[in-house]
C-alpha cells in the first residue's frame, strides 16, 4: 500500500490516486457512449414502432446479456457485450417512451423525466466526488432494498396492482439514486477497480431512475 493510498484511508481524504482517476474517467467515457448508443436504439424502436418485447424477454435478455458482461469483464469483448446489453434496453425503452409521447403533454413528461434524471446524476456524482464520507455501508441495503422493489414491481405488473406500481417506482428513485451515491463513492476510493462493471451499474441505475420518473410524472399528468 503507497503513501497516498496509507493517507486516504486514515483521513478518508477525497485525493483520488492515477488508478481510481483512471477508472472514473474510463466509466464516464463508456457511459456517454453507450447512453448515446441506447438513445440511438430508443429512437429507432420509436420511430418504427416496433412494439415492446414484453416482460418475459426483456428479463430473459437482461440477464442473459448481463452474464455475458460479467464473464467478459476483463476483456476487451466486455466492452462489446457493454453496448449489446445498453442497446438492448434501449430498444425495450423506445415503445416505452413513445406511449408517454403519445399522452396530452407527453413531450414535457418525457423532457421533464430526462431533465431530471440528468440533473440527479450530476448532482449526486458531484456530491460523490468530494464527500469524505466512505458510503460502503450502503452496498448491504440497497442490494436488499432493489431486490424487494424488484420482486414487488413484477407483483404491480402480473396482478396489476396500479398503487403498488406507483409505490415501486417511488422507491425505485431513492434507490438508484443511492446506486449512483454508492458506485460512483466506490469508484472514488478505489473499490471498483473495473471500468466495464461500473458503467453497466450506473447505466442500469439510470434507466431505472428515467423510467420510474417517467411513470411518476406520467402519472400525475392524467390526474390533473
Known amino acids: 500500500m503507497d503513501t497516498r493510498t496509507t493517507l486516504r484511508a486514515r483521513n478518508a481524504s477525497v485525493v483520488i490516486d492515477a488508478g481510481a482517476h483512471r477508472v472514473l474517467r474510463n466509466t464516464y467515457m463508456l457511459l456517454a457512449a453507450t447512453l448515446g448508443f441506447s438513445a440511438l436504439t430508443a429512437g429507432v424502436a420509436a420511430a418504427f414502432g416496433l412494439p415492446h418485447p414484453g416482460v418475459l424477454i426483456t428479463m430473459v435478455g437482461y440477464f442473459g446479456l448481463l452474464y455475458m458482461v460479467t464473464k467478459n469483464r476483463d476483456r476487451a469483448a466486455g466492452v462489446a457485450w457493454v453496448f449489446a446489453l445498453t442497446g438492448f434496453m434501449g430498444y425495450t425503452l423506445g415503445p416505452i417512451v413513445s406511449r408517454y409521447l403519445h399522452m396530452p403533454g407527453g413531450t414535457q413528461i418525457v423532457m421533464t423525466a430526462l431533465g431530471g434524471?440528468?440533473?440527479?446524476?450530476?448532482?449526486?456524482?458531484?456530491?460523490?466526488?468530494?464527500?469524505?464520507?466512505?458510503?460502503?455501508?450502503?452496498?448491504?441495503?440497497?442490494?436488499?432494498?432493489?431486490?424487494?422493489?424488484?420482486?414487488a414491481g413484477l407483483g404491480a405488473i402480473f396482478f396489476q396492482i396500479p398503487a403498488l406500481s406507483l409505490t415501486v417506482s417511488a422507491v425505485f428513485v431513492l434507490l438508484m439514486s443511492g446506486m449512483i451515491l454508492f458506485e460512483t463513492n466506490n469508484i472514488v476510493r478505489g473499490g471498483e477497480t473495473n471500468y466495464i462493471m461500473a458503467t453497466v451499474s450506473l447505466y442500469v441505475s439510470l434507466f431505472n431512475l428515467f423510467t420510474s420518473l417517467l411513470h411518476l410524472l406520467g402519472f400525475a399528468s392524467s390526474n390533473d
Open 117 to 151: 434524471t440528468a440533473a440527479i446524476f450530476l448532482g449526486l456524482s458531484a456530491y460523490a466526488l468530494v464527500t469524505k464520507r466512505d458510503l460502503s455501508f450502503m452496498g448491504g441495503f440497497l442490494t436488499v432494498g432493489i431486490l424487494v422493489a424488484f420482486l
